[in-house]
């Protein structure tokens, strides 16, 4: 299940970079060059590889830490975040828990935390559904 999540999440995330490109506010995150580029694309293509190249221990791995961190990143952002407006992509109203991690390059706002909790989730399920059969054969 861990390289389906991968390869999925992968392009999903891929996706989502290419359309920050020409809608920098979509859906109310905050989206910027940086974001984009740095975060999205660069994950995709790390997922994307551990999802059709990567070993199944590998993905497994991958998503494990990489959910922990994505969920992580969500519920740091609630706790850190404050009532400011944001500066990077396109300004708009305050967000009362934007957590300005790169200010002017990644603020994270609400929307961004839940969706952070909720792909830390996705990757954590795949990893912690897939069975590691490395004990029994080489990968």
Do not use: W
């Not at 909720?118 to 029994?136: N, Q, R, S």
């Amino acid at each position: 299940m861990a390289k389906t999540v991968a390869t999925i999440m992968g392009v999903v995330f891929i996706l989502i970079g290419l359309v920050g490109f020409v809608s920098n506010d979509l859906l109310g995150f905050h989206l910027s060059f940086f974001h984009n580029a740095g975060v999205h694309i660069v994950s995709g293509l790390v997922s994307l590889y551990f999802g059709l190249k990567g070993t199944l221990r590998g993905a497994r791995l991958f998503c494990l830490i990489f959910g922990a961190v994505y969920a992580l990143i969500g519920v740091v952002g609630f706790l850190l975040g404050t009532n400011q407006s944001p500066t990077a992509g396109v300004p708009g109203p305050a967000d009362s828990r934007l957590f300005k991690a790169l200010p002017g390059m990644l603020e994270l706002g609400t929307s961004d935390h839940i969706l952070h909790i909720l792909l830390g989730l996705v990757f954590l399920i795949g990893g912690l559904m897939t069975k590691d059969y490395v004990h029994d054969r080489r990968d």
